[in-house]
Structures are given as C-alpha cells and as structure tokens.
C-alpha cells in the first residue's frame, strides 16, 4: 500500500504506483457464461492480464501468496494487541497489590464465555437438547476435528477461528483488490480488523469461518466460477443460516454475463421479447446456485432424524426472544430505552455502540447507490447482498426486554462490502485516524470486558 499525505488540504492520496492497476478486471471475464467452469477458465481473467509479461510467475496460487503478504501486517498487529489485552485484562478481576498469581493457562481459558461454551459442548457431546440446534453443524465439526490434535475444544475453537480470520483477511483483501485497487484492499482489511466487535474473529465463535467462506463464495461468483461458488456457498450456510443470502448475489452475476453476453443492458425494465431472450440463454450451471441453501437443507435433514423436526433451528431461536417486527423497531426500540435510562448509564453505553454499529452500515450500505461513493452497475451484487443481510437482521429484534439490538454489533460483521465502502475515508487524515483511535478503543474495551466474564455477545 502507498499512503501519502498531502498536508494543504488535510487529505491523504490514495493514488498506485506506476504500473499498478486501478479498476478491477472482474467485468472482464463476461465473454462466455457457458465455459465459467471449465479447465481453460481455471485461473481468473487479472491473472492472466497480469501474468502474461515476461518472466512473470504465473502460478495461478501467486496471487494468493501477494495478498497474504500484504494482510499479514495487520493480521499480526492485531493479534499482537490482543495478546497484550489477554495478559492484562486479569487485572481487572484482582485487588491492588494483590500477591495472587494465575495459572498460564488462564489466557486461552478465559475466552471460554457465552457462544463458546455451546459449541464446545456441541463439539464434546453432539447436539444434546433442542435449545442448541440454533448452532450450525460446521463449527463445531470443525471444533471436534482439531480436538484430535489440541484434546481441548476450547483451543480447538481458538485454532478454528484463528486460522479462518488469516484465510479471510488474505481472501478479502484480493476481492477488493481485483475489483476496485489495493489501497482500498489495505484499508478494508484495516478497517475490518479492528472494527469494535472484530476481536470476535479471533474468539471460538462462527464470525471469522462463516465470513471466510462467504466472501470465497461471493469471490468466486464475481469471476463465474459457478460450481466453486456454490460449494462455498453451501458451506457458509452449513456455518449459519444467514449464507442462504448468498443466493441473492448469485443470481444477480449471473443474469448480468447473460445480459452482457446478450448484448443487454442493465435496466429497470425489460420488454417482454428481451425477457424472453434472457431465460434462453439460461444455462445448467445456473443450478449451481442451489448448492448455497442446500446447507441448511441438510441440516434440516439431520434435526429431522435427531429432534423429529427438520426446524429444530427456527424454533430453538424462540429461547433467544427474537420476533419478527418490522424493520426499524429495534432502532426506534433502543433510542427509546436509552431516552428513559439517562446518558451515563449501563443500558445507555452498551447499547449506543450496538445501534452506533448498526446505523454505520446503513449508511455505507445506502451509500453503495446513492451519493459520490455509488457503485457501477457491474458491482450491484455488493450491495444487492449487503441490503439483504442488512434487512435481515432488522427483522428479528429481541423484545420484551431493554436491549433490542443486542449483539448487533456483531452481526454486522457479515455485511463485509459496508466496510469497502467505509475504505473511501482512508483519502481524509482526519476521519481515518478518528475512525482507527475510536474503533480501536471500544474493541479493547469490549475485549477486555469480554476476557473477564462480563455481557458481551
């Protein structure tokens, strides 16, 4: 990445080096929607523009291994900051002065709150009573797979998620890179990596592997790459409900190779005759597609045999106090709460950072159309996926209680393409260390709380 500052207009350049590529190559690969899948396709079109100079390694994995050496910095800054968060936050719980030492082991052994105590249990006994079919299988599959080497589900879960976040940093940062320029890849994964609920990544909960597998689901349809697309896809809804979403994107790039091998444009409207023209171009691997629900089909499959109910998972959320309400309840919810609990008040402060982070993406989301930041049509698929995640969970708000967006923070994590939008702030000094120093400070605050047992979810 190549930052300079410019110190008259408070801005910074994100402007390449010579020879480094500006737009992505994505729109580029629309020549055959028929032969997405096939061995000559098996390397992407920026590959092939990129590595057809002389004395260039075409190795279809080096690109892979340029955007691991450009996320790994930030990868092991962050995990560096947490370790010193892990060593201290015990502080917190012991008097001044006190002589009490702590077993080394407490620093993996306190991550052992909330979520991760249920899939440890899932991945140690199985899916023991109704009330945890809500978890996904692949996790705690997963989780048991490591434990042959680790005989611990905690560290295994720590191992999981730890190793997923480096895959999924290393797979974001070369989407964006592709599509849009590499100052942008640097700064979402920055952006991404210490937004305040982030240091979940790193915890044993399905954040950093469902996202791994949803942005290498989400990569691979940018490029027709159908059948890679789908199987990823159905793995990320094997990890939560929510890669169902995935379809959504799916759909979208297809049609729009079909369109552009058509010769269509993108537009509102379509006359009955291009309608026509359209599903005649339909080809078999669109049914690859089908692949990304099929994960919650088969899990449906096993609640059926082992619960005697293929929505085991639906109804076992009923526990959690989520109802469907229409979307902006829970915001108007929360703002309401927090007018009744006073500013500095408990209620107040964790929820302000919920609906702070939930806010956020709705603006960056609303931003992907509208606005100097609005994307070309060949990119819609960004926000296509990010609106319908987003929708999603302002459905399900948690009422009857004081704090209806809880965890929100959290599940924002998902709508990744928000946070290539909040990378266009990286241009101005100002609002890129304003958003570094605050996000920064709230994750290591929430971290710290989470490491001493306190409601962090």
């Not at 899932?122 to 797979?145: D, N, Q, S, T």
């Not at 309840?329 to 929360?334: E, K, N, Q």
Request: glycine fraction near 6%; charged fraction near 15%; charge should be neutral.
């Amino acid at each position: 990445m190549h930052l300079f500052t410019n110190s008259s207009d408070n801005t910074s350049s994100t402007v390449p080096p010579a020879g480094e590529r500006v737009e992505g190559t994505a729109g580029l690969q629309d020549m055959d929607i028929t032969q997405a899948d096939s061995p000559s396709q098996s390397s992407s079109v920026m590959e092939v523009v990129s590595d057809n100079r002389p004395g260039k390694d075409k190795s279809p994995w080096r690109p892979w291994y340029d955007a691991l050496k450009a996320i790994l910095p930030v990868y092991i800054a962050i995990h560096l900051a947490i370790f010193v968060i892990d060593c201290l936050a015990f502080l917190f719980t012991v008097k001044d002065f006190s002589p009490q030492g702590l077993p080394i082991s407490t620093l993996w052994e306190q991550w052992h709150y909330w979520d991760t105590a249920y899939y440890s249990h899932i991945a140690r006994f199985g899916y023991y009573e109704l009330h945890v079919a809500g978890f996904f299988p692949l996790y705690p599959l997963l989780e048991r797979a490591f434990m042959f080497v680790t005989q611990d589900s905690l560290t295994a879960g720590l191992l999981v998620s730890n190793i997923a976040e480096l895959f999924m940093f290393t797979a974001l940062y070369r989407l964006v890179k592709e599509d849009f320029d590499g100052d942008r890849a640097y700064l979402t994964v920055l952006y991404f990596a210490i937004f305040p609920s982030a240091f979940f990544f790193s915890a044993a909960y399905t954040e950093s592997l469902f996202l791994c597998l949803s942005i290498l689901s989400f990569y691979y349809m940018r490029r027709g790459r159908w059948l890679l697309s789908g199987l990823f896809g159905l793995l990320a809804s094997l990890t939560r409900p929510d890669g169902m979403f995935l379809l959504a994107p799916f759909c979208y790039e297809y049609l729009r190779r079909l369109w552009m091998l058509r010769g269509e444009t993108i537009q509102s409207r379509f006359t009955k005759e291009q309608l026509v023209r359209l599903a005649k171009g339909l080809r078999l691997n669109i049914l690859f597609g089908l692949c990304i629900p099929a994960g919650i089909a088969i899990y449906a499959a096993y609640c059926y045999i082992h619960f005697h109910d293929p929505l085991a998972f639906v109804h076992a959320h009923a526990d959690w106090g989520r109802t469907l309400r229409i979307p902006g309840w829970g915001i108007l919810m929360a703002i309401r709460e927090m007018r009744h609990s006073g500013f500095l008040s408990f209620l107040t402060m964790r929820t302000s950072i919920d609906l702070g982070s939930d806010l956020l993406v709705f603006i960056l989301i609303v931003s992907m159309f509208i606005g100097p930041w609005r994307l070309p049509a060949r990119m819609w698929s960004y926000g296509i996926y990010a609106a319908v995640i987003y929708l999603y969970l302002q459905l399900f708000p948690i009422a009857n209680t004081g704090y209806p967006l809880e965890s929100m923070a959290r599940f924002v994590l998902e709508i990744f393409p928000a946070f290539i939008m909040l990378a266009n702030i990286g241009k101005y000094r100002t609002l890129h260390l304003s958003y570094c120093m605050v996000s920064g400070a709230i994750f290591f605050f929430l971290l710290a709380q989470f490491l001493t047992g306190h409601w962090v979810v």
